[in-house]
């Protein structure tokens, strides 16, 4: 079972540049989001998706676009990247609210550098 | 404003040592409060989650408890494969959706 899982796992990008992260999950969760984590910030909520076809911006959503057009994958885009994107970005999943224990599921990180 | 704030930024312990970590919080309202655990280079995973003051919950060495501020972690005698980062989130009543992260506490733990 693969869980979360996010590609690629790795990227250097000049600024300006664009790309995507792409992240797919396996557990039929409902909701899926994306974070930045930076040294002594915590993690910082991009984007989520409450469902397939959905999408809400987060803390920190400047940037960034996403979409989810399969339940299974949520896509984080860069369009212009900058070097205040430097960052390492996690993906999660989880069950609607009220199943479970309420828990996210992470990936297990794309690290990104903007020259 | 809803805020997580972790003490200590770092800890180091012997092998044996017992101590506890904090997660002190301020939140409209709290649907429930995690702790997760982040190797280096890895995603964060999930230990507990607490949803009422007083309760707790354990884990081989691992226990949590909450009150209606803080939450607190502790290790009973740790060994070094306790060493890691311990993220504590919380969750609102007002949107699900959204958890608020501390910016956790770097255990070691030397044999």
């Known amino acids: 079972n693969a869980g979360v899982t996010q590609t690629p796992k790795f990227r250097v990008l000049k600024t300006g540049q664009s790309m995507t992260l792409l992240c797919a999950q396996d557990?039929?969760?409902?909701?899926m989001y994306w974070y930045r984590q930076d040294p002594g910030m915590g993690l910082r909520l991009i984007h989520y998706?409450?469902?397939?076809?959905?999408?809400a911006k987060g803390e920190v959503p400047d940037g960034y676009n996403v979409s989810r057009l399969k339940k299974q994958n949520f896509l984080l885009g860069l369009e212009s990247a900058a070097p205040s994107q430097t960052s390492v970005y996690f993906c999660a999943s989880s069950y609607r609210p009220g199943q479970n224990t309420g828990e996210l599921f992470f990936g297990e990180g794309s690290r990104l550098t903007v020259l | 404003e809803d805020q997580v704030t972790q003490s200590p930024e770092a800890l180091r312990l012997q092998e044996g040592e017992s101590s506890s970590l904090n997660c002190s919080y301020t939140v409209s309202g709290l649907r429930g409060l995690f702790w997760y655990r982040q190797d280096p280079g890895k995603g964060p995973e999930f230990l507990f989650t607490?949803?009422?003051a007083g309760e707790e919950k354990e884990k081989e060495r691992l226990k949590a408890t909450l009150t209606k501020k803080e939450s607190f972690l502790h290790i009973t005698a740790p060994k070094p494969e306790d060493s890691a980062t311990y993220l504590c989130a919380v969750q609102p009543q007002y949107n699900f959706n959204k958890f608020y992260f501390g910016s956790g506490t770097k255990l070691n733990v030397k044999p």
């Open positions: 607490l949803y009422s």
């Open positions: 998706s409450v469902g397939e076809g959905t999408t």
């Open positions: 557990m039929n969760h409902e909701y």
